[in-house]
C-alpha cells in the first residue's frame, strides 16, 4: 500500500469535524491514573511513563487553551482523572480529581455539566462512556493510547472523507449471512464462521452529530458487525506471543489449545472460560477501513485497511446484548479486541475472509489485502 501524508495535526479540525460544535458548548478532558492524587497540581507531568497522559495535556489541553477554545466559541476546558480500571471498557469510578485537588463525582459534577467529553486514557473507556452519553446527553471521543504517531496520523486526518470510505465499505459489507475467515499457522488452517444474520453493517467514522448523544472511538475508520452466532476454529496470540488455539461453539470460546508457548497461559484462560463462560463470547467482527501507519496500538492500527479483529465479552456499546451485569465478576466485563495484522501477528496468515450475502460467496480479504470487492468500493464516486 503507498505511503499517505499527512497534515499537521489540529486540535480544531478534529473537534470541528467529530462534533461540529455549537457556541457555547462546553467541553472538558478525561484522563485516567494509577493514582489520582497525581492529578494534583499537574504531578503525573514528571512521570515518563504516563506518555498518554502528557498528550492529554500538552496536545489536548494546552491547546484548548491557547487558542481552539476562543476560535470555536466553546466554553470550560477543564481537566479530571479518574483512577485506571485496569481493563478495556471497564465501568469507570465514579471519583474524579481536578488539579486544583478537588474531589468530584464523574455522574454528578461532570457527565450531566458538559457538552463534549474527551477521554484520553490507558484503557479504552468506550463502553461504559457510551452508555453515560446515553444517559446524560453529551457526545464524546475515546481516544485511548495516543502516541505521536497517532497524533501525526490517524488523529490528523480529515474525518469527512473517512466517513465517506467507512460507507462505502459499509455498504458492500452489509447485509451479510455470515463470514468464513481462513487463519492459518504454518502449513495448518483453521476456519471460523461467524454468523451475522442480515444485520445492518455498522461504522466507526469519526463523527458525532450534534444534539446526538454519542461517543467516537478515535482514530476512526472500521466497518463492524455483533456476530448473531458462530463455530469453528481461530488462532490468537497472547500478550506474551503464547498462540492458542480458540474452539468456537455457538458464539463462545469454548477452550484454548496451546500452540506454541506457555501452557499456563492456555491453563489460565481456561479456567476463566469456565468460570465465567459469557468473557468467550464474540461480541464484534470489523474491518479497517483507513490507509495508515503502524502505529504499535491496537486502537490504531485496527483501523488499517486489510486488518481485521474480533472482539471477546461486552458488547452493549455497538448494539449487542451483553452487559455488565452478565459476568461473573466485575473485572471480567471487559471488551477485548483480538486484531490480526501483519504488524501484530506475522506469525497467523489470514489467507482469506469471504462473504457470504445472497447466495453468492463475495472474497472481501487476502493475505491481509483488500480483495476486488472491497476495491471496487471505494473506487466507486
Known amino acids: 500500500m503507498n505511503q499517505r501524508e499527512f497534515p499537521p495535526f489540529s486540535l480544531s479540525r478534529l473537534l470541528r469535524n467529530t462534533f461540529h460544535p455549537k457556541q457555547g458548548e462546553r467541553v472538558c478532558i478525561l484522563i485516567d491514573l494509577p493514582d489520582v492524587s497525581l492529578a494534583k497540581d499537574w504531578a503525573f507531568l514528571e512521570n515518563q511513563q504516563l506518555s498518554i497522559q502528557r498528550h492529554a495535556y500538552e496536545s489536548f489541553y494546552k491547546t484548548l487553551h491557547d487558542n481552539v477554545m476562543t476560535e470555536l466559541q466553546l466554553t470550560g476546558g477543564d481537566f479530571f482523572a479518574y483512577k485506571e480500571t485496569g481493563g478495556s471498557n471497564l465501568d469507570l469510578p465514579d471519583l474524579a480529581t481536578s488539579p486544583d485537588g478537588s474531589e468530584l463525582s464523574l455522574k454528578h459534577d461532570v457527565y450531566p455539566n458538559y457538552n463534549i467529553i474527551l477521554c484520553i486514557s490507558t484503557y479504552s473507556a468506550t463502553a461504559p462512556l457510551t452508555a453515560f452519553a446515553k444517559q446524560f446527553g453529551f457526545r464524546g471521543a475515546t481516544l485511548h493510547g495516543v ?11 480529515d474525518y ?7 460507507e462505502k465499505l459499509r455498504l458492500a459489507l452489509t447485509r451479510a449471512d455470515h463470514f468464513e475467515i481462513d487463519f492459518q499457522f504454518e502449513d495448518k488452517i483453521h476456519s471460523l464462521k461467524l454468523e451475522c444474520g442480515q444485520q445492518e453493517a455498522q461504522k466507526s467514522h469519526g463523527i458525532c452529530l450534534a444534539d446526538e448523544p454519542d461517543v467516537a472511538n478515535l482514530p476512526a475508520g472500521e466497518v463492524y458487525f455483533v456476530p448473531t452466532g458462530g463455530k469453528g476454529e481461530f488462532i490468537m496470540q497472547y500478550e506474551n506471543g503464547t ?86 465478576k466485575p ?40 480483495a476486488a470487492h472491497l476495491r471496487e468500493a471505494l473506487n466507486h464516486s
Do not use: C, W
Open 331 to 370: 473485572i471480567n466485563a471487559t471488551h477485548d479486541d483480538i486484531l490480526f495484522s501483519p504488524s501484530k501477528t506475522p506469525d497467523i496468515k489470514i489467507r482469506e475472509v469471504r462473504m457470504q450475502r445472497n447466495n453468492d460467496t463475495i472474497v472481501v480479504l487476502e493475505n491481509y489485502q483488500p
Open 147 to 157: 502516541n505521536d504517531i497517532i497524533l501525526n496520523s490517524g488523529l490528523a486526518v
Open 160 to 166: 469527512n472523507e473517512v466517513s465517506k470510505d467507512a
Open 243 to 328: 498462540l492458542g488455539l480458540q474452539t468456537v461453539e455457538k458464539g463462545k470460546i469454548i477452550r484454548s489449545s496451546l500452540i506454541r508457548g506457555d501452557q499456563s497461559t492456555i491453563d489460565d484462560h481456561n479456567k476463566k472460560l469456565k468460570s465465567d463462560p459469557v468473557t468467550g463470547e464474540l461480541g464484534e467482527l470489523g474491518f479497517g477501513t483507513q490507509n495508515l501507519p503502524v502505529s504499535g496500538r491496537d486502537i490504531q492500527d485496527e483501523k488499517i485497511l486489510g486488518t481485521m479483529h474480533v472482539a471477546t465479552g461486552r458488547s452493549d456499546h455497538l448494539g449487542g446484548s451483553l452487559t455488565p451485569d452478565k459476568f461473573a
